[in-house]
């Protein structure tokens, strides 16, 4: 959209990249970038490079495969075993590791698993198979729950009845709360997710500046749009305020997006949520109003889930917390690999390990 | 997962619109963005529009860039 030249584009990053060193002084800074898409941009475009030493950027829960946890995988898998059941999932799930198998294999012995890339090609599922049950896997944070919201919806309008979904949905704003209310991740300002914004709004984040005294900027993608909301946290920092700023308003509007919060709230309300690593925390997740839990696989489809596992030695816990960094974890590099992922980090390219490995090769192996 | 992507509204048909991305066109849900109109550039998730892109906002972005770019040049 934002269309520069290269020689522009390297001359803008040099005045942010200076005015950050410059505001910066001496203090070390820790800036969390909460959404996993950051995480990604901020690798590729090697803007962990450009800054100061002591301004540090750790990735936090914002990647939504990465805090799925185990025993959703779990069910899911013993779903995807049942003769009756189709799943239709974001092909990200697949290679997710459950507690001993993983989609992608159950996939391979025969297990009918659909990709798709939207819940209402879900829904289309179910209406071209009407003798199977097709659940559909229902992660992700606020950008991804309206649109699984707006496929209960419709199958509610056209009467489907064998449409269901396995709900993990998360929260952003409570994640946030738990991490600075544990304390121990010590935040000095969050770039929070750009398209969950697009969607809340500002008000739900005003808790950070009003209660935890911590300045946060809602940031686009493109690497300036980072950089530059780099330099807002500074500046808030430096003049020793703390308040919600929007850095991305070509498409985040302070209200958000009212019409996909009506769909949400229609079909869900908050509830108590696990989130992989990171434990449970009160009313993060969502769970469906009683009007439309027929939609509800777990409700309405039995299924016997074997006990869950964790992956003995990963670190995924304290890499979504961002206190420590996935070199930090034994298994990184070496029997942690995106081919082979032990942990959900690995997984999706939006996961802090993958794009450690990915872009961080040859400087993580110090 | 989260990944969204700008578009062109080409066309809408009740609640459904043919939108050009990168010159590739689809059909995409405009359930959680109704007021969507034909010419408007919107964000698109999961085979839905999540909300417009103001192209003013952007254009003032740019513009802000381009200002700082300077403002580096002569200091
Ligand atoms: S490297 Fe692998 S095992 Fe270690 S924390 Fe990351 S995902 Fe988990």
Redesign the interface.
């Known amino acids: 959209?934002?269309?520069?030249n290269n020689e522009?584009?390297r001359?803008?990053a040099?005045?942010?990249t200076?005015e950050i060193a410059k505001l910066a002084g001496n203090r070390s800074v820790r800036l969390m970038e909460v959404?996993?898409?950051h995480t990604v941009a901020i690798f590729k475009a090697g803007i962990r490079q450009l800054l100061p030493e002591n301004v540090e950027l750790v990735s936090g829960p914002?990647c939504?495969?990465c805090v799925t946890p185990n025993n959703y995988l779990d069910t899911a898998i013993a779903y995807s075993r049942k003769s009756d059941v189709m799943i239709a999932t974001?092909g990200?799930m697949l290679k997710v590791p459950g507690s001993s198998s993983t989609l992608a294999a159950e996939k391979a012995q025969g297990a009918d698993i659909r990709i798709v890339?939207?819940?209402?090609?879900g829904l289309e599922l179910a209406k071209r198979y009407p003798n199977k049950k097709v659940i559909f896997l229902a992660?992700?944070?606020e950008?991804?729950a309206?649109?699984a919201a707006?496929a209960v919806?419709?199958a509610e309008v056209e009467k489907i009845t064998n449409f269901y979904l396995l709900s993990s949905h998360k929260l952003v704003p409570p994640a946030l709360r738990a991490l600075l209310s544990s304390g121990d991740s010590k935040v000095d300002g969050f770039l929070l997710?750009g398209?969950?914004s697009?969607?809340i709004g500002l008000a739900p984040y005003e808790f950070l500046s009003k209660e935890y005294n911590t300045p946060a900027v809602v940031a686009?993608f493109e690497p300036?749009?980072i950089l530059?909301s780099v330099y807002m946290l500074l500046r808030q920092l430096d003049c020793g305020v703390a308040k919600v700023e929007n850095q991305y308003?070509?498409?985040?509007?302070k209200e958000g997006?009212p019409?996909?919060c009506e769909?949400l709230s229609t079909v869900y309300q908050a509830a108590d949520a696990q989130w992989r690593g990171i434990g449970h925390l009160k009313k993060s997740g969502l769970a469906m109003q009683e009007k439309y839990q027929k939609f509800d696989a777990l409700l309405n489809i039995p299924v016997a889930v074997e006990e869950t596992k964790e992956a003995k030695g990963c670190q995924c816990g304290n890499v979504l917390r961002g206190l420590v960094l996935p070199a930090a974890c034994p298994l990184f590099g070496k029997t942690c690999k995106p081919e082979h992922p032990i942990g959900s980090c690995m997984v999706?390219i939006?996961g802090t390990c993958a794009a450690w490995y990915k872009y961080g090769a040859g400087r993580w192996q110090v | 997962m989260c990944l969204a992507v700008p578009g062109k509204v080409l066309e809408r048909q009740d609640m459904l619109a043919t939108i050009e991305v990168g010159g590739v066109t689809r059909k995409v849900s405009l359930m959680l963005l109704p007021e969507a109109q034909v010419g408007d550039f919107v964000l698109i998730h999961a085979g839905f529009a999540v909300q417009r892109i103001d192209e003013e906002e952007a254009e003032k972005t740019l513009a802000l860039f381009k200002e700082l770019e300077e403002y580096a040049a002569n200091e």
Request: proline content about 7%.
């Open positions: 959209m934002l269309q520069m522009e584009i001359k803008a040099d005045f942010f200076q959404c996993g898409t914002g939504p495969v974001f990200d890339y939207s819940s209402l090609e992660v992700g944070f950008t991804t309206p649109t707006a919806l419709m997710p398209h969950v697009a969607m686009g300036l749009d530059q308003r070509r498409i985040v509007p997006n019409a996909a769909v999706s939006e």
